[in-house]
Every structure is written in structure tokens, then in C-alpha cells.
């Protein structure tokens, strides 16, 4: 099984409509990081979340750190198909060196 | 962003090449890091420099081969590839391990 799970794997929306991405660790998460990919190209920074309960905002984009859950949610209200795309968390977490990443979700958007 | 550029944006090798990807950060970050993204599977890191030394290294196999001339630049030399190291290779940066990373737009390698 893998340190950080992403749910779900794929996402399709009806533009407008609002959605969540959640990411769980196995582990005590000591810092998170969301990440949005379009595909086949780098990662842009989104987020980063490092203490419990902490939740940050961008434009429609909101994330949440629930550290007794070990998990993160990432939530899109109204969505445009410029949020389209791969959505990454990547996360330091206990007894890992690195940081190290969910599978990733894709998100589409339908007009 | 172009505080991390990546060169060449898509390269096609065959078995017997030998090629290099090169990375380059503007952003005066003292760690580089080389990731590895193949299809259905999550990012993987495949080194990792801190002011031009290696600080880790995944068990990578040896026909890739990092380089790091200085802060600024990173390298992997590539030799003797298989078909499945046809991936999304990323190069990222930071100010130093641990802090959030930046990454460039990826090497789309094939490897025929």
C-alpha cells in the first residue's frame, strides 16, 4: 500500500459545480504540499499546510489539514475548466527522508 | 514560471544512446532534486543534491547517472536505457532539503 493515498483517482465535474480531493496518509503527517499538474508538464505550486487544523485559501481553492486524521482535503467551489488538470499532494511524513507523493487525481471539467 | 527550466522538453533514444537531460534554477536554491513520473504510478525521487553534493540516492539503477556542477545546474546522464524508463522526468529545486520544492516543465523521454 502506498504512504499517501489520493481520492479519487479521476474526477469529472459539471463546470460550476463545487468538489473535494482528499489525501491520506498512513502516517503523522508533519507537512503537506498540493500541487497542480497539466499533463506532461511540471508541477505549479498550490499549497503548503503545516499545522493541524490549518486551512489556506487561493482564489476558488481551499485546503484543509486535519492532522488527527492524517489528512488533507482539497476543495474547488465553482469550478472552471481552467482547474482541470492533475492534482498532486506530496507530504513529509513520519519516518520517510523525503517527501513523498499521492498518485495523483484527475480532474475534468465539462462545460 | 520559468524559475526552473528543463532541456530537452521531449527526447526519443534508443537502447544503446547515450543522452543527457539538464536542469537549470534561477531562483539561487541550494538543493535539486531529479524525479521520476511513469504512468499510474506516484512521483518517485530519484536524487536528491544539497550544494552540490548527493544527499540521496533511491536505489536508482546505474544507467542513470546525476550530475551536479554547481547550485545552479543539475544533469542525468543516461546509458544503456530499457523501454520501461520511458517516463515524465522532473527536475525540482528548493531553498534547501525540506523546503517546498519548485519544479520544471519535465523531459518527456522514450525509449525505443
Known amino acids: 500500500s502506498q504512504e499517501l493515498e489520493q481520492s479519487p483517482q479521476s474526477l469529472i465535474v459539471q463546470e460550476g459545480k463545487n468538489l473535494t480531493i482528499n489525501c491520506t496518509s498512513s502516517?503523522?503527517?508533519?507537512?503537506l504540499y498540493w500541487y497542480k499538474q497539466k499533463y506532461g508538464e511540471g508541477l505549479i505550486f498550490l499549497m503548503m499546510?503545516?499545522?493541524?487544523?490549518e486551512e489556506k485559501s487561493h482564489e476558488k481553492i481551499t485546503a484543509k489539514l486535519d492532522e488527527k486524521k492524517q489528512q488533507s482535503s482539497l476543495h474547488i467551489t465553482a469550478s472552471q475548466p481552467s482547474h482541470a488538470g492533475i492534482y498532486l499532494c506530496?507530504?513529509?511524513?513520519?519516518?520517510?527522508?523525503?517527501?513523498?507523493f499521492g498518485q495523483g487525481t484527475r480532474l475534468t471539467i465539462n462545460p | 514560471e520559468t524559475g526552473v527550466t528543463q532541456t530537452p522538453r521531449h527526447l526519443v533514444m534508443g537502447m544503446t544512446n547515450k543522452k543527457s537531460l539538464k536542469c537549470e534554477q534561477h531562483?539561487?536554491?541550494?538543493?535539486m532534486y531529479w524525479y521520476k513520473q511513469s504512468a499510474k504510478k506516484p512521483l518517485e525521487l530519484m536524487f536528491v543534491?544539497?550544494?552540490?553534493?548527493?544527499?540521496e540516492n533511491n536505489s536508482v539503477p546505474s544507467r542513470f547517472s546525476p550530475e551536479c556542477p554547481n547550485s545552479s545546474h543539475l544533469f542525468l546522464h543516461l546509458h544503456t536505457l530499457q523501454p520501461e524508463d520511458s517516463a515524465l522526468y522532473l527536475c525540482?529545486?528548493?531553498?534547501?532539503?525540506?523546503?517546498?520544492?519548485?519544479f520544471g516543465p519535465g523531459t518527456r523521454l522514450t525509449v525505443t
Open positions: 525540482a529545486s528548493s531553498q534547501d532539503v525540506g523546503f517546498k520544492q519548485y
Open positions: 502516517k503523522t503527517l508533519y507537512g
Open positions: 499546510l503545516q499545522k493541524g487544523g
Open positions: 506530496g507530504a513529509d511524513i513520519q519516518g520517510a527522508q523525503k517527501l513523498v
Open positions: 531562483l539561487g536554491h541550494n538543493a
Open positions: 543534491y544539497s550544494l552540490e553534493e548527493r544527499v
